[in-house]
């Protein structure tokens, strides 16, 4: 069983590679361990993992429920809610987030892009493509 440790509220887990081969049962566990309660959780794959190698046949990959996250405040004190979108392909997701008005600027200097992101987010609400039912990853062989 592979370790789990509490930051601030958010669960990490730390699966062995025999538990990252079947992704989806590892979900289950750690849901099972209450990683959803607190809405996100961090997975840190083993180090036998590699990256996939090609992203060319996941376009048509459903994104059931994209969130748009609303910001509204001033001052460094904020709030947030999420707008759930209608579904989109990662094609359409992929197409939205490259635009000019969702893709990141070329930062260096990532305490700059940080207060830039600060600075613009009650203008320009983010969206997430949250919640993918499958992978974006090779399993471990």
């Not at 004190?77 to 197409?95: A, D, G, H, P, V």
């Not at 892009?113 to 399993?139: C, H, M, Q």
Request: hydrophobic share 35%.
């Amino acid at each position: 069983i592979s370790v789990a440790e509490v930051e601030f509220g958010i669960m990490t887990f730390y699966p062995t590679a025999e538990e990252f081969k079947n992704f989806t049962r590892y979900i289950a566990y750690i849901e099972s361990q209450g990683a959803h309660k607190a809405g996100l959780a961090k997975i840190v794959p083993p180090k036998e993992w590699k990256p996939r190698s090609s992203y060319d046949d996941i376009d048509d990959l459903m994104i059931p429920a994209p969130i748009q996250q609303v910001v509204t405040g001033q001052s460094g004190l904020f709030q947030q809610y999420n707008i759930q979108r209608k579904s989109m392909t990662l094609r359409e997701f992929r197409k939205i987030a490259n635009s000019d008005k969702f893709c990141s600027p070329h930062y260096d200097d990532f305490e700059e892009l940080e207060r830039k992101y600060w600075k613009n987010v009650t203008f320009n609400p983010p969206i997430y493509g949250a919640d993918v039912n499958g992978s974006l990853y090779d399993p471990v062989s």
